[in-house]
């Protein structure tokens, strides 16, 4: 307001200057010649500084809590101030409705999240410097198209996946595309909470050339935050049903959750079918509590194309029935070549019944 540089920080002591009673904590065994030392000063605005010396306040602002808020203060400045121009990643974060729930994903739960994982988020890419945000909440349910009946939902759902589709595809051209070929975007974090079939088209059409790190929401904190702090899990992949290998496979993607057999759509039953899953871990909601496991879940996914390339070349449409973790799903679109791969036919659960909702590829 003053258009004038004016120096509004104070220093304040944690023990007091002198030793006196009138000295705010001057009371505490600290040796006098330590009390101007670094270690015992916190920078602070002058309202805070007269808040935390205030004789009414001194039983809540005691020498063991400023301590503390001086430490993990510094411990903050010093990580982010630690991380140099190479450790910058353009966050794009996807929200949607799930069974009419939705979470909360805010530009400050992505910064969280990457400054976790030792980088600093880049939020250049939008004109509101939110990063790069895909809506889908604004999207007509598919619900309520056409409510009644499993062929009804069915139809009713893929016109939403294809406006939705639509919505993705606009983003990522006008925002992702253009940051990469101005080579602003070097690395990519993605947070997505969407229904599967539209985070995998979500993954298929991340730039296999851009450095990519995929966020899985957290259960037990509800955070964004990888918890790397127990064994990663392994994922096979195998023949479930050994038929011979023809225009059209199925995949059962049992990750999260177990799809039964006799679930399986009655036009897919004959066909050869594969299935994923954890190795000596049981299929559960949180299964990627960690970076590494899903990191081991993209290299099964990569090794059974791979495969699929060898040993099944006449498969040219594979059925994806998921029971999979969020992140799991963008991970399965980036790890699928539309130039290499079979088309992918994402199914979903409706009205109790597996229908064919996406095709990717």
Not at 31 to 49: G, P, Y
Not at 139 to 147: G, M
Not at 205 to 215: F, G, M, N
Not at 253 to 279: D, H
Request: charged content about 25%.
């Amino acid at each position: 307001m003053s258009a004038r540089t004016l120096n509004l920080g104070e220093l304040a002591h944690i023990v007091g200057q002198g030793t006196g009673v009138l000295s705010p904590r001057g009371q505490h065994p600290l040796e006098t010649d330590l009390r101007e030392d670094a270690d015992n000063l916190m920078l602070v605005c002058a309202n805070q500084h007269g808040e935390i010396d205030a004789t009414g306040a001194l039983d809540m602002f005691t020498v063991e809590m400023l301590r503390r808020l001086k430490q993990e203060h510094e411990d903050r400045i010093r990580h982010v101030t630690g991380l140099g121009a190479d450790r910058a990643t353009t966050v794009v974060r996807m929200v949607g409705q799930v069974h009419g729930q939705e979470v909360e994903l805010s530009r400050q739960t992505a910064s969280a999240a990457v400054v976790a994982a030792h980088r600093f988020p880049l939020f250049l890419e939008s004109y509101a410097r939110h990063g790069i945000e895909i809506d889908l909440r604004g999207v007509p349910k598919e619900s309520s198209l056409v409510p009644h009946g499993a062929l009804e939902a069915a139809v009713s759902s893929r016109a939403y996946y294809r406006l939705a589709a639509e919505i993705i595809d606009d983003v990522i051209e006008r925002q992702l595309q253009r940051g990469i070929v101005r080579d602003s975007v070097r690395h990519v974090s993605v947070f997505g909470f969407a229904r599967l079939p539209l985070l995998v088209h979500l993954g298929s059409r991340l730039d296999d050339t851009v450095p990519t790190d995929i966020y899985q929401r957290q259960r037990r904190d509800e955070s964004w935050v990888w918890h790397d702090d127990g064994p990663a899990v392994d994922f096979t992949a195998r023949v479930d049903h050994d038929a011979l290998a023809g225009s059209d496979a199925v995949m059962l993607m049992n990750v999260s959750g177990s799809i039964k057999r006799q679930e399986v759509p009655a036009e897919l039953v004959a066909l050869r079918r594969y299935e994923i899953r954890p190795v000596q871990a049981p299929t559960c909601p949180d299964i990627l509590r960690d970076r590494e496991s899903l990191r081991r879940f993209a290299a099964t996914l990569r090794d059974f194309f791979a495969l699929l390339e060898l040993e099944a070349k006449t498969v040219r449409r594979l059925h994806i029935l998921p029971a999979v973790p969020m992140s799991a799903a963008v991970a399965l679109g980036r790890a699928h070549h539309p130039q290499v791969h079979p088309q992918l036919v994402i199914y979903e659960r409706l009205e109790g019944d597996y229908v064919p909702t996406l095709k990717v590829g």
